[in-house]
């Protein structure tokens, strides 16, 4: 027994003597001339051959036995660094990487990313904002979403859209953060434009597939979205003015080294240029007055404390204002819409030691629309005067706080849990009436109603030699109305790497979603409605496996194909015929069917990142199907935005230091549309000649979503002239959307076609379908400058 003993004994000991021989370096990769944390970085010691890359907010920690090491640091689009020394001890370091000067330094500079076949994650997209900002836009207003509509498997919603269909899914099914925080309404102008200032933002990450376990709530995608932190160092500004809007950012630091802020406004203005013109137009005695904008604000506020704790402070507040207001004599009249997000979000960072770090974050999101009319009549008896006003939105309040902990490089845990309290307004109609001798004041439609969302996680990236692994779960419960709803949702993320060239990947996950969107299919309009999972409609589930090869060509190129197939159960839509427009039907859930959706496809992302020449090709070959008992006999159909083929191609040339081209090219096959294959005749009443008769006509039948629009193809090109100033410098953009002006459909409308013989005379008359487009080629120009 003792023998026994003194044997484990010595084996403590010996694992001890060994953990002794090991130590950590740890922590933060900044950029040199701001103070920003780097994301991603890439940290690499290149004798042993290991490394790691920093988290979301610059922490990285990577445990290397006792020797002397070679250090690499780097990330794309700057100078990397290279430290050599003996690690006797556990060492803290920070950082500071310098901005590239030209795109030949990084090439030079940047060997040691890290590549695409290293990383265990599949169907993640990472696009930097600077070259989001190359691309072509419309009316030359960047579009974070618009640029993420040019990768496989993510599809717009149609002509100018910004909506986002991922992998089959519907734009309820992505959840989108902007500093951790969801954002429910996405999208300015009916979808014509997204909500994100890309001036005010650091980076944008899409991951479609492949889900870690520290994500979830939704089934289709997780957008990140992450606002700079603010300029430590220097006071800078950057802003642009353009035809339909202009912005301006700006940023700098309270307390040098300690305190910064951003503040990034953006603002359109049809309303300041045509309003004056339309009321001058009005008869003598009339006043009309105009609205018609929308606007953001983005602000945020960080304070470092010392190297183990910050504290950073961000909020977001956007809205769509359209109204008019005419006024005559004794008569006003008054009608409008407005609809618009607030966010905020406090978080505190905290490193509790050189392996472990934590983020603890409070978090407010809500989104709210309005309609709203009003009358007003002055007579000999007084003010006689009507209002009525309609609201709907989603309200949340959430905490939740993530550990990231890096024992040593074969491991990398993170684990946290999460608590979100929504509160819903379906829709509720006040109606006011004041007139001398009659009082009215009532309210109509549904009743608020509330859920609490609870989340845990833990998962861990893990290396065995070629194969790495990203394994997880992911726990969630949902109280709604005396009910729970609670699920374990499995994560798994392959990758074997064969010759330290080619990565085979795989990939399956699960999710469920507790919350949904009342939407319409044919549009994306802000009366669409965010709903609860209930006592009669289950939360939506969904799982997906994807299988995929990865590799980097001359350390230039990265290509990927992938595989998937997803299957969605308890998927929401409107039965045929109904609606919830406003909310005065005796409950939504009567208006609502639940049923299945199935997606597979297969993905390919050609891409280069480094040289004067940049830019993507993506081609998706996908089929995409729904079907519910109650809608189209209960026979499955596919998906409106269920299309067989497309094709993305963007390119960004840098002609020399003061010009830059880019360019885009999409091709998308015709969305799916349902058309009536035959009418019949109703209500016949007799008209003036005896013995004739007229009548109207229901035209009907027909399978859903049976025919299809015409093929879709855009080119977009802009051109970029650069100029240095000695404390300044200036940009202009010419830009031209769908450059070669093809006639892409938008929407198709029933017609009737006359035939007439040659002396005039009607021989017949037939009924057609006629596709309307509403985007010819549209020319920009825009002037942007940097302090």
Do not use: C
């Amino acid at each position: 027994m003792n023998k026994v003993l003194l044997t484990l004994i010595g084996l403590g000991l010996f694992a001890h003597s060994l953990d002794a021989q090991r130590h950590t370096i740890s922590g933060y990769i900044i950029d040199d001339s701001s103070g920003e944390n780097l994301l991603a970085a890439n940290v690499y010691e290149a004798k042993s051959g290991t490394g790691t890359t920093s988290n979301t907010y610059g922490f990285f920690s990577l445990t290397l036995p006792a020797d002397s090491v070679e250090l690499s640091f780097s990330y794309i689009g700057y100078q990397a660094k290279n430290f050599r020394f003996l690690l006797n001890k556990d060492t803290s370091l920070t950082i500071r990487l310098s901005s590239s000067v030209s795109l030949q330094t990084v090439e030079v500079t940047a060997e040691r990313l890290e590549r695409i076949e290293e990383s265990s994650q599949m169907s993640r997209m990472e696009v930097p904002v600077e070259q989001i900002k190359k691309l072509p836009a419309l009316f030359g207003e960047v579009d974070v979403l618009k640029a993420l509509q040019l990768l496989p498997g993510v599809q717009s919603g149609g002509e100018g859209q910004s909506g986002l269909y991922v992998r089959g899914g519907s734009p309820d099914q992505n959840l989108v953060l902007l500093d951790g925080v969801p954002v429910y309404n996405v999208s300015h102008l009916l979808g014509i434009f997204s909500v994100f200032n890309a001036d005010a933002l650091k980076n944008v990450t899409l991951t479609k597939g492949g889900f870690p376990a520290r994500y979830g709530g939704r089934l289709s995608s997780i957008l990140e979205i992450n606002m700079k932190e603010g300029n430590l160092e220097e006071f800078h500004g950057e802003g642009s003015i353009g035809l339909i809007s202009s912005k301006l950012t700006l940023e700098g630091p309270i307390n040098k080294g300690k305190t910064a802020f951003l503040l990034s406004g953006r603002r359109t203005y049809a309303d300041l240029i045509f309003g004056p013109i339309i009321n001058s137009t009005e008869a003598e005695g009339t006043d009309l007055k105009v609205k018609l904008f929308f606007y953001d604000l983005n602000a945020k506020l960080q304070h470092k404390f010392n190297d183990k704790h910050r504290l950073f402070a961000s909020a977001y507040l956007g809205a769509d204002v359209f109204a008019n207001t005419y006024r005559e004599a004794d008569e006003s009249y008054e009608t409008g819409i407005d609809w618009g997000n607030l966010i905020s979000a406090l978080r505190w960072n905290w490193q509790l030691n050189n392996k472990l770090f934590a983020n603890t974050t409070l978090t407010y999101s809500r989104y709210k629309i309005d309609f709203f009319i009003g009358t007003s009549l002055q007579d000999a008896l007084g003010e006689t005067r009507f209002d009525a006003k309609y609201l709907s939105g989603i309200e949340d309040l959430a905490a939740k706080v993530d550990f990231d902990y890096i024992p040593n490089p074969n491991h990398y845990i993170r684990f946290g849990g999460s608590v979100t309290s929504h509160e819903y307004s379906p829709g509720a109609l006040t109606l006011k009436n004041a007139a001398p001798d009659f009082r009215l004041d009532t309210l109509l439609g549904s009743n608020k109603s509330y859920s609490t969302e609870y989340a845990v996680y833990v998962e861990d990236d893990i290396r065995w030699g070629a194969l790495k692994a990203n394994v997880g779960l992911h726990a969630s419960a949902f109280q709604v109305e005396g009910k729970w709803y609670s699920s374990l949702q499995p994560r798994l993320g392959l990758r074997y790497l064969m010759n330290n060239q080619l990565a085979l990947k795989g990939s399956y996950s699960t999710m469920w979603q507790y919350i949904n969107l009342l939407t319409s299919e044919s549009i994306n309009l802000p009366t669409d409605l965010w709903v609860p999972s209930t006592k009669r409609i289950a939360p939506q589930q969904s799982w997906q496996a994807a299988l995929g090869v990865a590799r980097t060509f001359e350390d230039k190129y990265e290509l990927s194909i992938e595989g998937y197939y997803k299957k969605m159960k308890n998927v929401i839509s409107y039965k045929e015929g109904a609606s919830f427009l406003f909310g005065f039907e005796a409950d939504w859930q009567d208006q609502v069917t639940q049923g299945d959706g199935e997606s597979y496809g297969l993905e390919l992302f050609l891409q280069k990142k480094k040289g004067k020449t940049t830019g993507w090709i993506g081609y998706t070959l996908s089929w995409n199907w729904r079907q519910f008992d109650e809608i189209n006999n209960g026979k499955r159909f596919p998906f409106r935005y269920d299309r067989r083929h497309d094709v993305s191609v963007a390119v960004t040339h840098q002609i020399t230091d003061r010009i830059t081209l880019s360019g885009a090219w999409v091709f998308g096959s015709g969305n799916a549309i349902t058309l009536p294959v035959y009418h019949y005749p109703v209500n016949a009443w007799e008209s003036g000649t005896p013995g004739s008769y007229n009548f109207e006509t229901i035209e009907t039948g027909g399978t859903k979503n049976a025919f299809r629009m015409t093929d879709y193809h855009r080119l977009d090109l802009s051109i970029s002239f650069h100029k240095k100033k000695p404390k300044w410098e200036r940009t202009w953009v010419i830009g031209f959307y769908n450059a070669y002006y093809h006639r892409n459909p938008y929407y198709v409308i029933a017609d009737t076609e006359t035939v007439r013989n040659p002396d005039g005379s009607v021989r017949d008359r037939n009924r057609v379908f006629k596709e309307i487009s509403i985007l010819p080629i549209i020319p920009s120009v825009s002037y942007g400058f940097k302090f």
